[in-house]
């Protein structure tokens, strides 16, 4: 373990410390939050009592589905738009400011045409997840060395042969990139959306333990979701530097 | 070198209306996908281009509805006031001081990939259900990048200009003004543009939340009483500010890069 990583977990170890401290010194009321060991307890019994399996299991597998349309559909979609240079200088304003407009506003619309199924949840974490695997697949067959291109005219590969031989293997670690993205953004598409309004999952949950002001279940789950995105982000971010290595860059 | 010049303004030039073409194809191509969807689907469940802007139109105009985007603007201005605050200060303090940046720069880059959704039941249970809770769930959303794009961009000052400043003795406030500020400008100003357009998305989740009051509301008020031509008008009109303001940031944001 290194210098930093210890400090780090001091700083975290002070933050729950003090919160700690807080809730037993009664600054903080009991209304508000309770203290840290008991959402500790309260988590390990939650997660026993085997409750919350089929919210997980819905959310998990909603964020699942939109990754995976969002991984498909955004690395097809920018080895198909890479070479066409007209579409897009036309889409790249959009690009430019899709993640400035707030997806979550589509989302009252989303439920109005499809229901409150799993559909517009999928759709608004697919959405938030999409552009990102484009833009940074984009980037990465932006990067493709001349000389792999020309070899690949030299061996007569084909469009298709020479995108999967060639370039989307070359793009791989800038499409990791847009991965982890993806994976984070299709995770808070979808809790964010069961937050908001729904029918189940681990943000209906939460929103519905907040509205019933059940304490000992909502914070458990929270930090349940931070649990998860938090290992996940860490796995991807490990992976990618593996890859980066590889390659011999940072 | 005056010929340089030139080209390069004549080309800049060309690529302006360029990128305005390119602008005015995508707005056009979306309102044609949208006319196709409404022509495909029906009125049921969509409202046509025409009928959306016309709805928006009428809501702008009425008495009802300026409440409700006055309690959105006020929330979004002042949690945006407050995360620049909070962001430029964090952001030049973990710059300057290594150790804290090393530390901590990992940990807000985590908290950016968290669904902060969920964290806003705690501010509401800790601030209450008024406006203060939504400040706050804006804040947290555009703190971050600031923090992020602050942080580099004072990690990244060249020492070389630093140094230059300590020889010619300026003073602190004249090293702030005349170094720190213009080698920063355009870095933390990207943290500035990425944080305006997070804290709207932060706004408007909260008011979708449990709130009686703004355009997040509306738009879930709208669900309820199956308005679609409400819900598209607001989306709409969402969507039309926080694109027109993003593509000015932008505009801004390449003019500062190019300075440099």
Known sequence: ??????????????????????????????????????????????????????????????????????????????????????????????????????????????????????????????????????????????????????????????????????????AAPYILTGVKLAVAYALIGVVGSEFIMSRGGLGYEISFAYTNFENATMYPLIVLILVISIALNAFLTAWEKRLLLRRGQR | MSTAVVASAASGRAQRMQAIRNGMLLVVTILLVWQGLYLWIGDIALASPLATVRYAARLLASDTFYPHLRDTMIAFVAGYALAVVLGLAIGFWLGFHRLSGEVMEPMVVAVYSLPKVTLYPILLLAFGLGISAKIAFGTLHGVIPIILFTLAAVRNIKPILLKTGRTLKLTPLQTVRSILFPATLPEIFTGLRVGFSLTLIGTLLAEMFASQRGLGFLLMNGIGLHNVEMIMAITLMIVVFAAAVSTLLLHIDHRLHQRL
């Open chain 1, 1 to 170: 373990m290194t210098r930093l990583t210890i400090y780090r977990l001091l700083v975290v170890a002070a933050a729950i410390g003090t919160l700690e401290a807080l809730c037993l010194a009664g600054a903080i009321d009991r209304i508000t939050m309770q203290p840290p060991h008991e959402i500790a307890r309260d988590f390990v019994r939650l997660l026993a009592s085997g409750r919350m399996n089929g919210a997980i299991r819905k959310t998990l597998g909603n964020a699942a589905i939109a990754f995976g349309m969002a991984l498909a559909a955004g690395v097809s979609f920018a080895a198909l738009l890479h070479g066409m240079r007209a579409l897009r200088a036309t889409l790249d304003p959009l690009f430019a400011t899709y993640y400035a407009v707030p997806v979550f506003a589509f989302y009252p619309f989303l439920i109005v045409v499809f229901g409150l199924g799993d559909v517009p949840q999928v759709l608004i974490g697919f959405m938030l997840a999409v552009v990102a695997v484009i833009v940074n697949t984009l980037n990465g067959l932006d990067r493709v060395p001349r000389v792999l291109v020309k070899t690949a005219r030299v061996h007569r590969l084909g469009r298709l042969r020479m995108a999967t031989a060639i370039t989307l293997p070359f």
